[in-house]
Each structure stands twice: as structure tokens, then as C-alpha cells.
């Protein structure tokens, strides 16, 4: 089977059925009706009528498709945001410290793609670059393999990413953390398709973020940024958890808090009580981010703790 850019469907080497410990070729897949009726015995993956592999069993389809009904995150909608802004930049500023090791065509995988907005920002900025995306939405990665061709896109688990052991030269976890129940699984799994010493890019909203530490400081609790998150984590927590996975943190970036200083409350918190607040955190030396999100670059050194 091939695409309609006649380019095969499942590039030698790249993919890998991780229950059967063998490498997948486009043999491996059925088509996407058989799929449907669950008459795909023996295959790992269906091939859908728009041109990308789907590695999720059907009847798990309905319950990951998050984009069914449009975009629950409004991303296309508010590209120009400063907060859509600082991810792609952040994103991408990190990119260019993995890459600047002297990796030559570096592989790029983005898990969590979605319509592949910032995976598209990332091919744009790495046009040499192999670069795939994962998302378990079926309706985002067809929306992104119309809207952005030259990108491996497909459907598959997060946490049970269908690639070769160490096939990866980076891989990027953009605002995902936060939704996944589970994110060590998610972390696990990154690391078994990154190579040695490759790295892992993670953007998380960052728990006591000055918003945040404002209301606990009025007794009250801290709140998620979005219902769509499962939980927020601090960035001590996030160290230990990428610690845990054999990974060395390497840089926590953050894009610096505007000062929005509109009303007398406003200017206290952000006049005098945000500078006091840093001026502690650099006093202690505390990787705390007071910013929304903070990025974490992080480089594979082993195997997670046992």
C-alpha cells in the first residue's frame, strides 16, 4: 500500500510492534474498513483512506477523538496569541539548543501533535529534519495531514508510541503532561524511541505559578489552568519525574511574565509583590517558574528507575 504521494506508507525501520518484537512494514496494515469491522486480525495497524497509519483499535477511536466536534483548545484560532506565541518560540529555542550538537538531519517526534500546528512551526524552522507527529485524534490528524503534507503523521497512544527502539533524535511532549493520567508511562515510552543522549522537550503548566501563589496567599486554593487537565505539577515535581526516567534536565525556560499593572490590585501584586517574589527564587537559587508554563530540556542518560 501506498499514500497518494506514492511514497510508502511505513518507512523501513521506522516502526515497530512493540507486543510482537518485530519491525513493521506496510504489509503489516489492513485497510481502514476492515479495521472498522474488527476483521483485522494479525495486523498492527490500519491504513486510513486519507493516507496515514492508525495504530489504535477501533472501538478506542470514538473515546480519543477529543477534536470530533472542533478544536476543544481553539488553537488555529488564536495562533497569534501570546500564549500560542511563547510555545512555538520556547518550543523551537530549545529545539535549536538540542540540535546544536551537530545533529545532521535530525529526527523530530511530536507526541500529543494535535491539527499539528506547531509541528508544521517546527518543520518550518528544520526543513532538513524528519519529522513526525502522534496524536490518538483521529479527526486532528486528518485535519493536519491535509493541512500540513511532508509531516509522518499518526494515530496512536501516547503512551505506546509505535516507533523502532532509539529511532529519535528529539522528542517534543508540547503541553501534554497535563492531560495524560498517567505521564511516567508517557515518559517511559519517549525514552525506548530516543536515542542515547538524545532529549526530550516538555512544556507543563507550572502548578504555583504567580496567578496561583496570589490566591494561596488570600487562603485560597490553587486553581488548573483548564478543565481539560487531568492534574498541574510544580517544577521540582517535573525534575524528579524526568530524574526518574534516566533523563537529565538541562534548561528550564520560561518567557518572562508581562506586568499588568490595570487596576491598584494589579499594580501591588505585579510591582511590588512579583519582583519581591524573584528576588527571593534567585536568593535560594530555586528553579521555580512563576510564569503559566514552563520548558524543560532534558537529555536521556539511562534507563528509569526500577
Not at 530516543?194 to 505559578?209: A, D, N
Not at 487537565?229 to 538541562?250: A, D, I, N, P, S
Amino acid at each position: 500500500m501506498k499514500t497518494g504521494t506514492g511514497r510508502e506508507l511505513i518507512r523501513p525501520g521506522k516502526y515497530y510492534d512493540w507486543s510482537r518484537s518485530r519491525p513493521l512494514s506496510t504489509a503489516d496494515g489492513c485497510t481502514y474498513e476492515d479495521w472498522k469491522e474488527d476483521s483485522c486480525g494479525g495486523f498492527a495497524f490500519a491504513v486510513h483512506p486519507d493516507g496515514f497509519p492508525v495504530f489504535l483499535p477501533y472501538r478506542r477511536l470514538c473515546d480519543s477523538d477529543e477534536y470530533s466536534g472542533g478544536d476543544p483548545y481553539e488553537v488555529e484560532a488564536n495562533m497569534e496569541g501570546w500564549f500560542h506565541t511563547q510555545r512555538i518560540d520556547s518550543t523551537l529555542y530549545l529545539l535549536r539548543a538540542a540540535l546544536d550538537e551537530g545533529r545532521t538531519a535530525p529526527r523530530i517526534l511530536d507526541i500529543g501533535c494535535g491539527q499539528g500546528h506547531i509541528t508544521a512551526a517546527i518543520r518550518e524552522r528544520f526543513p532538513e529534519a524528519e519529522i513526525s507527529g502522534l496524536d490518538s485524534s483521529l479527526t486532528a490528524v486528518r485535519y493536519a495531514v491535509k493541512r500540513f503534507p511532508g509531516i509522518d503523521f499518526c494515530v496512536a497512544d501516547a503512551c505506546d508510541p509505535p516507533y523502532s527502539g532509539e529511532y529519535f533524535d528529539v522528542v517534543v511532549c508540547n503541553n501534554v503532561w497535563e492531560h495524560v493520567p498517567a505521564p511516567l508511562l508517557m515518559l517511559k515510552a519517549a525514552g525506548r524511541v530516543l536515542k542515547s543522549r538524545g532529549f526530550l522537550i516538555v512544556s507543563t503548566p507550572s502548578r504555583y505559578r504567580f496567578s496561583n501563589i496570589l490566591r494561596v496567599l488570600r487562603g485560597r486554593r490553587a486553581v488548573l489552568m483548564s478543565p481539560h487537565h487531568v492534574t498541574e505539577y510544580t517544577v521540582g515535581q517535573v525534575v524528579e519525574q524526568l530524574r526518574w526516567g534516566g533523563f537529565e534536565v538541562k534548561r528550564i525556560h520560561s518567557k518572562p511574565l508581562s506586568v499588568r499593572a490595570v487596576t491598584l490590585k494589579s499594580m501591588v501584586a505585579y510591582r511590588l509583590i512579583l519582583p519581591a517574589v524573584r528576588t527571593y527564587l534567585r536568593m535560594v537559587n530555586s528553579e521555580h517558574v512563576l510564569e503559566d508554563t514552563a520548558f524543560f530540556l532534558a537529555r536521556k542518560e539511562g534507563s528509569p528507575v526500577s
